[in-house]
């Protein structure tokens, strides 16, 4: 973790040195409109090259935007501007040309323009920052160039901005005048030093496209800095895997990262769970049948126990480019797990599962496995950090790199301990209820799995008599409850076990 820290001092550093200047004043902003308009001699310090086929490019000429058509651009079709973050090296990230050249190859019929602002970029952090408005203006005068010699819509533009990016795609459209507002903006890990509990009007906000998303993937805080702004600033922020920090990014594949990209490795790890933003981004336009979902929840640990898996009233949406642009008032924080490499997706599920009885002191340590009609899971180990209550459903969330299909069967298995069942030995004498032969029993009251990504909850049957009693040491196969046939599976998880014959 000591590279973060390194970055994160970095940060501090500069905040401490001179991060004062940010702030911006709302009051000059709409002067500072007036100018834009009139001023037909708007010199733009970003420069903007129009993305073409095979990496190439065509740099715009910033005197002159409507030169646009001569470098490609297509009216009909919508607009994608894409605005990098801060620069340590100066030099173009090699992200920026793959997403976009995936976005131009998987989306056809579209413009792709890439604003280069390396110039303020490659300065101190907070000098960078403070350069975010003068980007936003640029990018605000280049929409506003196509508004007067196209009638180009700016709700057919769609800003997505890495870092210092996704607050500079905030400020273009914030300055933008007139009614409409630009179609949408995505902010990839949005940067979070001199951001953070700013106002709205200092940072990236719902107010400032008809739809916002944001993807948080780096705000693990560090002498309360974080890299990536922890707040919601969209109509639908996501948080994978926690959003603080990703998977495949600890300090341990520094080694790994060293021998793909050499020295270059140790700011690859730096920047591995900010970047990921990009590429899950990147994920969801390449791989279409795999797209990932997320579900809204208070917090990450909520998350965890697996009690937000629920889709109703826009409680869960797609990350990335195919996200249903529902608005709503307030931001919603929506999370998921995701693999630590492309396809990121994961299919959630949560585990459900209540006992009649009930066991103190004992924590027990159970594992599933689940086969449906097209995977079968696996061993999966469900850690039981409480005692067991009686007629208490505990929930945990289960996450698979497959689809199993529909639920058919389930495994459960109480691991044993040699320390364990000594105690049990001991204690058995003065509980008043207990197995056979010396083995404690756990009675199953209730079990069942529900899919996140379909929706769907399986309730699980006992396959005999005495099926729901569970034994130290030995399998329980529970079967899809009788009356739970594939199409009907709605809220079963109410109905007491019934015994398949
Ligand atoms: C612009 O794109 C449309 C498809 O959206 C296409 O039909 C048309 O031919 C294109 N125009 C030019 C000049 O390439
Ligand atoms: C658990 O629920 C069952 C069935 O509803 C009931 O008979 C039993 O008394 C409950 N046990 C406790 C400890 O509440």
Redesign the pocket.
């Known amino acids: 973790m000591s590279v973060v820290k390194i970055l994160c001092c970095l940060l501090l550093t500069y905040h401490l040195n001179d991060g004062k200047k940010i702030k911006g004043n709302k009051a000059v902003d709409s002067k500072q409109r007036e100018v834009l308009r009139l001023k037909e001699s708007y010199v733009s310090s970003s420069i903007f090259r129009m993305f073409l086929e095979g990496e190439d490019n065509c740099k715009l000429d910033p005197r002159q935007l409507h030169t646009l058509t001569s470098c490609g651009f297509n009216s009909s079709n919508p607009l994608i501007i894409i605005t990098h973050g801060w620069s340590l090296d100066g030099m173009m990230e090699s992200w920026v040309l793959r997403l976009a050249t995936t976005l131009k190859t998987n989306l056809i019929d579209i413009n792709v323009v890439i604003t280069d602002w390396l110039s303020l970029a490659h300065q101190n952090y907070p000098t960078a920052a403070q350069s975010t408005r003068t980007v936003g203006k640029d990018i605000t005068h280049l929409l506003h160039s196509l508004q007067v010699h196209y009638q180009y819509p700016v709700r057919k533009v769609h800003l997505i901005g890495y870092s210092l990016g996704a607050h500079i795609s905030g400020f273009a459209g914030s300055y933008l005048d007139g009614s409409e507002k630009i179609g949408r903006i995505t902010g990839l890990d949005p940067a979070g030093p001199l951001f953070e509990g700013m106002s709205p009007t200092d940072r990236l906000s719902p107010d400032d496209a008809e739809f916002v998303d944001a993807i948080h993937t780096f705000t693990q805080e560090h002498l309360g800095l974080s890299v990536g702004i922890k707040q919601a600033v969209a109509h639908y922020d996501f948080y994978p895997n926690g959003g603080d920090f990703q998977p495949g990014c600890d300090l341990h594949s520094i080694y790994e990262h060293i021998s793909q990209y050499g020295l270059l490795g140790f700011e690859q790890t730096v920047k591995c769970a900010h970047e990921r933003s990009v590429h899950l981004f990147m994920d969801s336009v390449m791989n279409k049948d795999k797209q990932s979902m997320a579900y809204r929840c208070s917090d990450k640990s909520a998350f965890e126990k697996g009690i937000c898996l629920d889709c109703r009233k826009n409680r869960c949406n797609t990350l990335g480019y195919n996200i249903r642009k529902v608005r709503s008032g307030t931001s919603k924080r929506l999370y998921l797990n995701t693999r630590s490499q492309m396809p990121y997706k994961l299919y959630h599920y949560q585990f459900r599962i209540k006992f009649?009885n009930?066991m103190e002191g004992i924590e027990p340590s159970l594992t599933i496995s689940l086969t449906g009609t097209k995977e079968e899971s696996g061993d999966l180990p469900i850690t039981v950090t409480e005692n067991i209550l009686?007629?208490k459903t505990y929930t945990f969330l289960i996450t698979l790199d497959r689809d199993l299909g529909d639920l058919m069967l389930l495994k459960l298995h109480w691991e044993g301990s040699a320390l364990w069942k000594n105690m049990w030995n001991r204690v058995q004498n003065f509980i008043p209820w207990g197995g056979r032969e010396g083995n404690p029993l756990l009675t199953v009251?209730s079990i069942s799995v529900k899919a996140g990504e379909t929706q769907e909850r399986t309730s699980f049957c006992a396959m005999t008599n005495d099926g729901q009693h569970l034994e130290v040491s030995q399998d329980k196969v529970f079967v899809r409850c009788k009356e739970d046939t594939p199409k009907q599976h709605r809220r079963k998880h109410n109905k007491r076990l019934a015994l398949v014959p």
């Open positions: 009649v009930q009686a007629n009251g």
